[in-house]
Every structure is written in structure tokens, then in C-alpha cells.
């Protein structure tokens, strides 16, 4: 199989979109472009644009994006798609531009991943995002997003001991990364004491799904991120040394969450990194730094264990002993994950990529994993039901 | 380049759907499957499932659609996407399902393309087609599909000497070839001269973009279609011989159809095209067979030039010679087209494929074209601004 790597990387500042959704995805590539090396115009030599975005069409009423991308970055004649799974269609998107250079069908891929989501907000924000459940046997009946978070937390407190403390570790953690990370949404970092010791606590830091308060949940931001993928075998086309894409897993489980054996297991978050290690030909302890989907606290737990940073219960003891923090033994989400960094649903996959490029090209500031070599993302679709993960490891 | 092959072709009868979105996807899924001799449950094989939809969001509110049909046909733990390129939406899910078998990265993949799209009608469903269009340089301005073919209609009328005429002995063949096939939307003929001759025929056939009537635009319809793609090395695995996909070529051209230098040329479908028959070292004189996206009678004519079976300007008179019907020597449109058989958007594209299978199967019953070795589909999106071109081998 062709090797494939990434060769620029571009963010928007996460938070609030001055532009139309079409010009914030073509801000994002164009950094990544310009990281690259890549000039547009007629010889931009781009065989394949991919954007992600759940939303274009519900939220922006807008179909054919990643066409106009093409016009509005004059990369024509380049093949385009638009790629939707939910919360990771970053990851299928890039998971998509892997395969078109491996395939030897094209030689370079520009993939964009964006959403311009605060044009609804609150109870209307909460409904888009339940889209995605199953229209019949879930959405129908009401069923949300933080709702199944909740529940899921509440057997995992039963289940292995997991507190509401441990919870808002993972929070300040990821506000405390993003203070370092300057396209993050959000710039504070809330007092561990305000938010969980406090009396005023249950003010500042109220329950949105119990136990799971506001601030175990990710915002509502718009925003983009973008990567250019290239054949490994063209690495001198450009600008800077390609990160290699090591190894690329996907799973589905059960669309239905009721219809699953055991609830606190994420089977397809187990089987996707499984396959990723498989095929990267490494072992969750070879893992430097990694970006686990942390649209609730809980789930950056969870998914530490289901992709085999800890064992299967165990990751909230590894936040009690700072192991996931810069510095730690295995810092995760680094860039102030989707909880303070921002959720723009089809951005964060590959947000992820693109701070795992810059964690393993050193170029992370005073959020950097000192000597990382490969790099971890999994990005979560649905409650689980369809999740990618993908492995980077530096070229030496 | 891992060679990839088409083992099963499902098809809804296009019209209204009585089921939910995810039914009939699954519907066309459940008989492409079978066709192709795989049965759903655990040793089920299919590695990736595509969905092929324009408005699974905008018209249905539904995201992670995909997931849900995995779901739904228990292919779990099957990698899953939505794909969206407009009308073109099926053709590049094709085009995805090839890189994925072809890149190494899966065996199998299955291919859905549907569309419930008569949830809208009249001006609403105009509306929702026109979301295709540039957002900020066309769409705002109130552009609709039918008001561009109408204006590149005129043009083409000025330039070549096409006349109504001409259009309307398009449509008629179309829905003669319909008549064979039992999935089209429309079962009836209409009398040439009923529609362009007869006194009658302004009420009968009423303008609808001038120089188009009725009788030169597709119906609104609901349809699902369905592939199971291969590799063509595990050709024995099914039930029969894979037909071989032999070339794909894909472009975009500007997204802004007013800045078009010749606004009567599509660049776009003359280098899908190209690199269609480069790809599969075939030459427009070999192809036997043509399923070319007649959304508007006009496309047709232009189209079946730019793919190069005919000189441009010279399209209608080929239509005249009665060439492009089944008997004559490059039949067009067998399946009745978009006109006839319908143009569920997300489902066009992959339909195009099943008819073309069903021919060089020789399964085509009453439109069988006799001996047909090669097949092209032309799948068109936007207003030519992202054209995908497929060609079909049958393997001796």
C-alpha cells in the first residue's frame, strides 16, 4: 500500500464565525496550503478536496460545499466531496483522503472540516445534534446527546468508582491545555474549588444531564480545520517533512444504544483503535500524545481505556495522578480537547489530526510533549456508533 | 492499481416511497446484496458501507444516515459515511467505494445511493435542488436549475440549430426505453405529437424555462439504488461474474455558471470524460451502451457530445438518426434516464451503474442492448461544476 502523509495543517480560531461557512472552510485550507508549500492557481497540482460538516445541510441549508470550496480556492479541476458520520466525519474525511492517495488514484488531497453551528443555540442546538441518533428508535422519542451521556456516566460512577471530582479534572486539565492553544474557544480556566467544592458550585457549575454538569460539556462553536495529505513518495513537493499517517481504524456498533450488551463498553472505539495499532504495527504504549473525543468528560475516560492508554476502569485514576496532563505520562487532548477547545461537529476530527501534526513536528509552544514520536486521535460519530481512530508517527 | 468490480445491483421502484429514508435505502441495499450472494449477519464481509444522499439533512433532518443503515442491515462493525456531491452524490460514492477496495484498505464495499425527496414539491422542491448553487453568487440572487438549462438551452438552440423538436424526440425515447423497465417512475408515452405538435400542446406541455417544457425536465421523485463492489481477485466469492469498473473520471469546472467563458461548453464532463477512457484505455467508439444525466432533454444532447460520441454541435442530429435509441448504434438511456425512470438525486448516480450492469449482464429484458461489452455513465452536479464519468467492462 502507498504510503500517506500530511503535509500542512490549518485552524480557524474556534469560537464565533464572522464569515459564511464556505469562506471559513477556505480560511482553514488556505493555511494549510500555505503550511504545505502549496501555492492555488493554475498549477496547484490538488487531485482531491474532501470536506466534513454534519450540519451544511440542516443548520446552513447548503448542498455541493466542497464544490464551491473548489471555486472559492480556484483548485479546479480537483475532484470533490462533501463527508458526513456525524461528530467524526473529520476523521472519515481524512480516513477518505487516505484512501484516494493510496489508491493511486490521486497524488495530493486537501481535506476540510468545518461547521457553522451557532446559527442555532440551546434547546435548538441540543436537537440538531440528536440528528444523529436513530431516527426511529431514539430521536423520535425525544432522546439527546447529554441525555445518554448522563446515563453513561451514572453506570460508570456505579461501575468503577468514577466521581463528579474526577470529572471536573478532566475539565480543568483541558481549560488549562487550552490556555496554550491560541485557535481554542474558550481562554480560562475555571477553579477546580468553584466548580465542584464550592457551596456556590451547584450556581456557577448546575447539572445539564445529572451528574454531568456544565462544565463536563463541550460548547457550541463554529469553526474549521484543515490538512493536506500527500504520498509519502512526493514528500519533497513540499515544504515541510510529511507526518506519516500510520495506521487508520474504523468501527460501527450498534446504532441503537439500548440494543448494547454491556452499556459501559465502547466496543467500536475498542475495535477502531485495535485496528489502527494493527495496522501502524504499535501498542497503545508506544503512544506519545493523543486527542480523544471529549464532547462530555466522561467520554475522554472512556475512550483512554476502550483504545488502551489504561486498563478498563481505570483511566479516572490516571487523571487522579496527573498521568494525562502536559508533562504527564500520556497527555491527552492536549490542545484543550473538544471540552475548552471547541466542538464545530465536523471540524474536530480533523482538529485532532492537526494538533497531533503540530505535537509531532514540535511545534506545540507551551502545550508541547517533549520527544513525541506517534500521536493518537479518536474520533467518536453518534453515542459510539461509529468512530475512527487514527495513528501519526514522525518520519525520522 | 487493485482492480474492482460491481457483484450485485439493487434498485427501488422509483415513484413515492411508502417507507422512511433508511427503509429504502436498506430495501436497495437488501437486494444488491443478495444479488451479489451475501448474506447479512456475523460472516457478512462487507468491510464499508457508502450513502449516497443530497438531502438526507435538509429534506429528512437526518444526519450519521449511514450508521443507520448499518444498523438497520446489521453490517456492523462495517466503516460507514454519507456522501454528498449534489445529483452527482451517487457517481462519487461509486467513485469512494472504488478507492476504498482499490487503496487495500477493504474488500467489499457497499454502495447506497436514495433520495426522499417528495416531502417537498412545486417551488419548495426548486428550491431545495437550487441549494446545489453558489451560495452567496447564485442562490441569493433566487437562480433555480431549471432557469439556467433554460438560458444554456437558448444558447445551445442559437449555436447549433437544436430545436424543441429535437428536445421532445429525446423525451419520447426515454420514456419508450421506460416502458422496459420495471423500476422507472413514469409508465406511460406521450405522443410526440401530443406534446410539440398539436394545437394543444402549449396546455399539454406548458413552458416551464423557456425554451424547456414539462416534457424536457425530470419528475421529483423517491428511489434508492444499490452496488456491492469487490475486488476483482475475490471475483469467486460471489454469486456472479463482477462486471468491471474499467475507468472513473471525475472534474470540476467554475462554481459560478456565469463565469464560464464558452457558457455552452461543460468542461467538466469533456474531462471526466478524458480521464474516464484514459484510465480504462477505451475510446468513445467502444462504448456500446450510455446512461448520460438527462435532468433537463438539453443535458442529454450536450452531454452525450462532451463524452465524445458524437462532434459537439452534432448531438440532435444523432437524435434525428434515431442512433441514441436501443436498436440504434449508441443506445442512450435505456433505463428511461432521469426524465423517465427519475432522478432521486442521491440515487442517480449509483442507478446509472446498476442499469449499465444490468446490460452487460444482458439482464435488460425489453432494452437489452444486444452484445453491449462497454458501458459509460455520465453523473452530473450542480449545473456541471462537479461531473463524475464512470465506464463498465464486462469481464470475458
Known amino acids: 500500500m502507498r504510503k500517506v502523509g500530511i503535509a500542512g495543517v490549518g485552524h480557524t480560531k474556534f469560537g464565533r464565525s464572522e464569515v459564511s461557512l464556505v469562506d471559513m472552510l477556505a480560511l482553514a485550507a488556505l493555511e494549510a496550503l500555505d503550511d504545505a508549500g502549496i ?3 493554475r498549477r496547484h497540482g490538488v487531485d482531491q478536496v474532501f470536506v466534513a460538516s454534519m450540519g451544511a445541510g440542516i443548520l446552513n441549508r447548503q448542498s455541493s460545499v466542497a464544490s464551491a470550496l473548489v471555486d472559492t480556492l480556484n483548485l479546479q479541476p480537483a475532484m470533490a466531496e462533501t463527508v458526513e458520520n456525524g461528530p467524526a466525519s473529520g476523521a472519515s474525511a481524512v480516513k477518505l483522503g487516505y484512501m484516494a492517495i493510496a489508491s493511486g488514484m490521486c497524488d495530493v488531497a486537501l481535506v476540510v472540516g468545518g461547521e457553522l453551528m451557532r446559527v442555532v443555540t440551546g434547546w435548538e442546538a441540543t436537537d440538531f445534534v440528536a440528528t444523529m441518533l436513530h431516527p426511529d428508535a431514539e430521536y423520535a422519542y425525544g432522546l439527546t446527546l447529554p441525555a445518554f451521556a448522563g446515563m453513561f456516566t451514572r453506570l460508570y460512577m456505579d461501575k468503577y468508582g468514577v466521581t463528579e471530582k474526577d470529572l471536573a479534572m478532566v475539565a480543568v486539565k483541558n ?3 487550552a490556555m496554550h492553544n491560541p485557535v481554542a474557544h474558550i ?4 477553579s477546580f474549588h468553584a466548580i465542584i467544592e ?17 462544565y463536563d460539556v463541550c460548547p457550541v462553536s463554529d469553526g474549521a480545520a484543515a490538512v493536506v495529505l500527500c504520498a509519502m513518495d512526493l514528500a519533497d513537493r513540499f515544504r515541510k517533512k510529511p507526518v506519516r499517517i500510520a495506521g487508520i481504524g474504523q468501527a460501527t456498533d450498534t446504532h441503537v444504544v439500548a440494543e448494547r450488551e454491556v452499556p459501559t463498553d465502547l466496543l467500536a472505539v475498542r475495535l477502531a483503535a485495535q485496528r489502527a495499532y494493527a495496522m501502524a504495527g504499535l501498542k497503545p504504549e508506544d503512544i506519545d500524545v493523543a486527542e480523544l473525543h471529549d464532547a462530555f468528560t466522561i467520554l475522554e475516560i472512556a475512550i483512554s481505556e476502550e ?3 489504561f486498563p478498563k476502569g481505570e483511566g479516572h485514576l490516571a487523571v487522579r495522578r496527573g498521568e494525562t496532563r502536559v508533562g504527564g505520562r500520556i497527555p491527552i487532548n492536549t490542545s484543550g480537547g473538544l471540552k475548552a477547545k471547541g466542538h464545530p461537529l465536523g471540524a474536530t476530527g480533523v482538529s ?3 494538533e497531533l501534526v503540530r505535537q509531532l513536528r514540535g ?3 507551551g502545550r508541547q510533549v517533549e520527544g513525541a514520536r506517534h500521536g493518537l486521535a479518536v474520533n467518536f460519530g453518534g453515542f459510539g456508533n461509529n468512530v475512527v481512530a487514527t495513528i501519526l508517527s514522525k518520519e525520522e
Chains 1, 2 share one sequence.
Not at 481562554?187 to 475555571?190: G, I, N, R, S
Request: charged fraction near 20%.
Open 39 to 41: 501555492r492555488t492557481g
Open 175 to 177: 481549560h488549562e491545555h
Open 187 to 190: 481562554q480560562l480556566v475555571p
Open 198 to 214: 464550592d457551596e456556590d458550585a451547584p450556581v456557577i457549575n448546575p447539572y445539564v444531564a445529572e451528574p454531568l454538569r456544565v
Open 307 to 309: 483504545a488502551g492508554l
Open 352 to 354: 485532532q489530526i492537526v
Open 363 to 365: 511545534e506545540a509552544g
